[in-house]
């Protein structure tokens, strides 16, 4: 089992940067895929970027070219790089561990370990 914690959300501006970062209380996450995911009040939550074990990246058309996922498995913590942020990229951002191939990794339900989130406002 795993409990991840997410932290470095804040109130920024239009076209500035943050850069989130997720660690497990307990547990690793050394040799699986990892991913960040973000929701808003009355929205489901929303696949935003994953990094498998060995470091291949997949992001959502709305991250693509802004954030980067990253990770480093000696360290046990993963990033992610929020650049030219805009008002629509306002929610709290989760990260989590894959737990199960047979449900698509954009799916929430295809990853365990969520944490409370890290708020990111930005206001325009």
């Known amino acids: 089992q795993v409990q991840l914690v997410e932290s470095g959300g804040g109130l920024v501006q239009a076209e500035d940067s943050l850069r989130l970062s997720c660690a497990p209380s307990?547990?690793?996450?050394?040799?699986?895929?990892m991913a960040w995911f973000r929701q808003t009040p009355g929205k489901e939550r929303e696949f935003v970027a994953r990094?498998?074990?060995?470091?291949?990246?997949k992001y959502s058309d709305s991250a693509k070219g802004r954030f980067t996922i990253s990770r480093d498995n000696a360290e046990n913590t993963m990033w992610l790089q929020l650049n030219s942020l805009k008002p629509d990229d306002t929610a709290v951002y989760y990260c989590?561990?894959?737990?199960?191939?047979?449900?698509?990794?954009?799916?929430?339900?295809?990853?365990?370990?969520w944490g409370h989130g890290t708020q990111v406002t930005v206001s325009s």
């Open positions: 989590a561990r894959r737990a199960t191939l047979t449900i698509p990794e954009i799916l929430p339900s295809a990853f365990n370990g």
């Open positions: 990094i498998s074990h060995s470091g291949g990246t």
């Open positions: 307990e547990g690793a996450f050394d040799g699986y895929d």
